[in-house]
């Protein structure tokens, strides 16, 4: 079946660092990829999508590029504020009869000191 | 405005203590679905829906009962709560596009059951 794989976490950096957190997905087909954002004590909120390969997703200075030859969609934000401390959240849609289901990984946890 | 509208938004009940979590969207889509989210797991599908009256189990479906008798509404039902299924629950609707799906969420509930 349907998988997402992120990396361990929690990640912790000091502000202005480099942010990257590896996801790596298993699908039959061409899927949909997503980041999703959850801050302490709120909902979810979609940070970015690419529907295809090579497509990039980007929002509020966090990027992702869909890469189908490594199954990946590593998200990146070149300098992290404090701000950006919440939990990260990468997933599938793999369309067709499942076109309304989103498969999830297991969540990493930021957390951006001053 | 597109909304997802769930309430209760915190509940703390006790076992076997039938309760129903309500989920609204006024967006006229026609597949909802329920998350739940625990730590280290992500969020997990309990149970979808594709249209009124045609509803689904998604991959963690024991212990919980769903309805569809009107578009907007899918309500999420726990005839007898046990403790574990405190966690916190996400209503989502998904909106199909030529850009691809948009599933979107509501605010989450957080259930305790004692």
């Known amino acids: 079946g349907d998988s997402v794989t992120q990396m361990e976490g929690p990640v912790t950096l000091s502000e202005e660092a480099f942010l990257t957190i590896n996801c790596t997905y298993t699908a039959t087909g061409y899927p949909s990829l997503f980041w999703y954002v959850q801050y302490p004590g709120e909902g979810l909120q979609l940070l970015l999508k690419a529907t295809k390969a090579d497509d990039k997703g980007s929002n509020k200075g966090f990027e992702a590029t869909y890469r189908k030859e490594t199954t990946s969609f590593h998200l990146e934000k070149g300098s992290v504020q404090v701000s950006d401390s919440a939990v990260y959240f990468c997933?599938?849609?793999?369309?067709?009869?499942?076109?309304?289901?989103?498969?999830f990984g297991q969540g990493t946890i930021l957390t951006v000191h001053p | 405005e597109a909304q997802v509208t769930q309430n209760p938004r915190y509940l703390i009940t006790v076992t076997g203590k039938k309760l129903t979590v309500t989920c609204s969207q006024n967006m006229n889509h026609e597949y909802m679905s329920w998350y739940r989210q625990d730590p280290g797991l992500g969020l997990r599908q309990i149970y979808y829906?594709?249209?009124?009256?045609?509803?689904d189990k998604g991959d963690v479906p024991e212990g919980y009962k769903v309805s569809r008798k009107e578009k907007r509404n899918f309500p999420l039902i726990l005839e007898s709560p046990s403790p574990n299924q405190t966690s916190l629950y996400f209503c989502?609707?998904?909106?199909?596009?030529?850009?691809?799906?948009?599933?979107?969420f509501g605010e989450g509930s957080w259930l305790t059951v004692v």
């Open positions: 997933a599938l849609n793999a369309g067709g009869t499942s076109y309304g289901k989103l498969t």
């Open positions: 829906s594709m249209n009124v009256e045609v509803t």
């Open positions: 989502a609707s998904t909106s199909t596009g030529t850009t691809g799906n948009t599933i979107y």
